[in-house]
């Protein structure tokens, strides 16, 4: 079975930095995007930044220049450094990845991971 396992959040301070991992394991055949979510009390969960397996990558408006995304093809693994960290970047963020597993080559998949809290207050 394919897994998502995030690491990385926690408390800071505004204008701080905060550098998240995800990392995906289990029969995984092919990467076709990864991505952060996150989700604030009371909001709708959004996209925060996605890479594609091409190398191509987008943000939301309110993360440009604040936070880039990365991966690591070799341990199927996606970064996301955050810095001059806002209050308002508080919530729990979720990797996301769509792929192919070992055995079903012709169908992707999404999966997402259980979270990480990132928190962001004086």
């Known amino acids: 079975q394919v897994q998502l396992v995030e690491s990385g959040g926690g408390l800071v301070l505004p204008g701080g930095s905060l550098r998240l991992s995800c990392a995906a394991s289990?029969?995984?055949?092919?990467?076709?995007?990864m991505a952060w979510y996150r989700q604030a009390p009371g909001k709708q969960r959004e996209l925060v930044a996605g890479v594609a397996s091409g190398g191509d990558t987008n943000y939301a408006d309110s993360v440009k220049g604040r936070f880039t995304i990365s991966r690591d093809n070799a341990k199927n693994t996606v970064y996301l450094q955050m810095n001059s960290l806002k209050p308002e970047d508080t919530a729990v963020y979720y990797c996301?990845?769509?792929?192919?597993?070992?055995?079903?080559?012709?169908?992707?998949?999404?999966?997402w991971g259980q979270g990480t809290q990132v928190t962001v207050s004086s």
């Open positions: 996301n990845a769509n792929l192919y597993d070992s055995g079903s080559y012709y169908y992707a998949k999404t999966y």
């Open positions: 289990g029969s995984i055949f092919s990467i076709n995007y």
